[in-house]
C-alpha cells in the first residue's frame, strides 16, 4: 500500500475526475496514463482505482482491468430510492429549531451534493451522514444532465433549501419526493447518456 501522503490527493483527483465526467463510460481507466498525468507512480493509482471500484464508481473486471462506471437504467433508479429514503430518514429524525442548510457554493452538482450533505447532518446520524456522502458521489455525474434532462434545477433547489428552512415537514417531504420522481421519469434517458444498457 501507498503512503497516505500520495494515496490521498491521487484519490481525490481521480474520483473528482470520475464525478466530472473526465472519462466516457465504459472506457478503459490506464493506471500508467493516469499516473503520468498526477505524477505519481502507478501503484498508487492501482490502489485508488481498487478502492473506487469497491464504492462502485470504477468497474473492475479480472482480465480486462478498470473502467469508468457505466450506470444503467435500473442501478440509477435504485440509487435514487436509497437516496430518497435516507432523506427522508433524515428528516424524519432531525430535532427541531436545527440551523438551517447552507448549500455550498459552486456548481449544480456541488450545491445539490452541499444541500444534501447538509439534509443528513441536520439529523446528528454520521451514518445517515456518510451514506448520503457516498451515494451522492455515486450520482454526481448524473446531475450534470439534470438541467437538460429536468430542467428548472436552479428553482428546485432553492425551492428545498427554502421549505427546510421554514416549511412544514410534510412540504419538505413532497419537494423531496417530487425532486427523486422527475429524474426516476428520465432514468433511460439518463443511462443511455451515461453509458448503461436498460
Same mark, same amino acid.
Given at each position: 500500500?501507498?503512503?497516505?501522503?500520495?494515496?490521498?490527493?491521487?484519490?481525490?483527483?481521480?474520483?473528482?475526475?470520475?464525478?466530472?465526467?473526465?472519462?466516457?463510460?465504459?472506457?478503459?481507466?490506464?493506471?500508467?496514463?493516469?499516473?503520468?498525468?498526477?505524477?505519481?507512480?502507478?501503484?498508487?493509482?492501482?490502489?485508488?482505482?481498487?478502492?473506487?471500484?469497491?464504492?462502485?464508481?470504477?468497474?473492475?473486471?479480472? $482480465?480486462? +482491468?478498470?473502467?469508468?462506471? *457505466?450506470?444503467?437504467?435500473?442501478?440509477? &433508479?435504485?440509487? /435514487?430510492?436509497? #437516496? @430518497?429514503?435516507?432523506?427522508?430518514?433524515?428528516?424524519?429524525?432531525?430535532?427541531?429549531?436545527?440551523?438551517?442548510?447552507?448549500?455550498?457554493?459552486?456548481?449544480?452538482?456541488?450545491?445539490?451534493?452541499?444541500?444534501?450533505?447538509?439534509?443528513?447532518?441536520?439529523? $446528528?446520524? +454520521?451514518?445517515?451522514?456518510? *451514506?448520503?456522502?457516498?451515494?451522492?458521489? &455515486?450520482?454526481? /455525474?448524473?446531475? #450534470? @444532465?439534470?438541467?437538460?434532462?429536468?430542467?428548472?434545477?436552479?428553482?428546485?433547489?432553492?425551492?428545498?433549501?427554502?421549505?427546510?428552512?421554514?416549511?412544514?415537514?410534510?412540504?419538505?417531504?413532497?419537494?423531496?419526493?417530487?425532486?427523486?420522481?422527475?429524474?426516476? $421519469?428520465?432514468?433511460?434517458?439518463?443511462?443511455?447518456?451515461?453509458?448503461?444498457?436498460?
Amino acid at each position: 500500500m501507498s503512503p497516505a501522503h500520495v494515496v490521498e490527493p491521487t484519490y481525490e483527483a481521480i474520483k473528482r475526475r470520475l464525478m466530472a465526467g473526465g472519462w466516457t463510460p465504459g472506457s478503459r481507466l490506464e493506471s500508467a496514463k493516469i499516473a503520468d498525468q498526477l505524477g505519481v507512480s502507478v501503484t498508487p493509482v492501482r490502489d485508488c482505482l481498487y478502492r473506487l471500484a469497491g464504492e462502485r464508481m470504477v468497474d473492475f473486471t479480472h $482480465g480486462d +482491468g478498470f473502467h469508468a462506471h *457505466s450506470l444503467s437504467e435500473t442501478e440509477y &433508479r435504485d440509487m /435514487l430510492e436509497l #437516496h @430518497l429514503i435516507l432523506l427522508l430518514a433524515a428528516l424524519a429524525t432531525t430535532p427541531r429549531g436545527r440551523a438551517a442548510p447552507d448549500p455550498r457554493d459552486g456548481d449544480y452538482p456541488d450545491r445539490t451534493a452541499g444541500l444534501f450533505i447538509e439534509m443528513a447532518a441536520r439529523s $446528528g446520524n +454520521g451514518e445517515l451522514v456518510a *451514506s448520503i456522502t457516498a451515494l451522492g458521489d &455515486r450520482l454526481h /455525474l448524473a446531475r #450534470h @444532465l439534470d438541467e437538460q434532462l429536468v430542467g428548472e434545477t436552479v428553482a428546485e433547489l432553492d425551492a428545498l433549501a427554502a421549505a427546510l428552512t421554514s416549511g412544514p415537514p410534510h412540504e419538505t417531504r413532497n419537494l423531496l419526493f417530487r425532486y427523486h420522481e422527475r429524474r426516476a $421519469g428520465e432514468a433511460a434517458s439518463y443511462a443511455r447518456l451515461l453509458g448503461g444498457a436498460s
